[in-house]
């Protein structure tokens, strides 16, 4: 049957999106860079001012055209707030808890730390340049790491032209540092 035809029941307990983001591990402090703290600062203040409002409208205007349980805009709606609200209580408790790094501040440039950008080159002499940030900033393709991924751990208080092991699930492999800068980008 399609899902088109099934009833959504308000009374129904929740269930858990799967792409619902994953709490902090147990005993890890959420560090996260001013740039990084400013974005969830701003997608919170996006989805309480603009988009939870305008859904709300939505849902009302709904509301009032009678039968609510074959309504599209209504049942879209009310998942569509369930969503927006449970987006926005995630990034509330990852604020509260988080603890602001500053890079620019950093004053040993010489080793790998918070916030630090790092070029490495791999065994195959392939080359690749990571950012170290916040687990809330983490976003690969754009060459941002988490500070407890592996490659950032085996990173960490590394200098220029030292070897470390990156240990995968695929084996060890030998990397070298060939540079590290600290930016405000």
């Known amino acids: 049957m399609s899902k088109a035809f099934t009833k959504e029941d308000d009374n129904a307990p929740e269930i858990e999106e799967p792409d619902e983001p994953s709490p902090l591990p147990a005993g890890v402090k959420n560090y996260i860079t001013p740039q990084g703290f400013a974005t969830l600062r701003d997608e919170l203040k996006q989805l309480r001012r603009v988009e939870r409002p305008k859904v709300v409208e939505v849902v009302s205007w709904a509301a009032g055209n009678g039968d609510r349980s074959e309504n599209g805009d209504y049942l879209y709606g009310k998942k569509r707030l369930r969503e927006i609200d449970r987006r926005m209580r995630f990034i509330l408790k990852r ?17 790998v730390f918070f916030g630090a950008s790092v070029t490495y080159v791999e065994e195959d002499d392939s080359e690749h340049t990571i950012r170290i940030v916040g687990i809330d900033e983490a976003a690969l393709d754009l060459g941002k790491v988490s500070w407890i991924s592996p490659i950032a751990r085996a990173l960490m208080k590394a200098q220029e032209g030292d070897v470390v092991e990156l240990r995968t699930p695929g084996g060890t492999r030998a990397i070298e540092v060939i540079g590290i800068t600290y930016s405000d980008v």
């Open 95 to 111: 604020l509260e808890v988080a603890e602001v790094v500053d890079p620019a501040n950093q004053k040993n440039r010489d080793q």
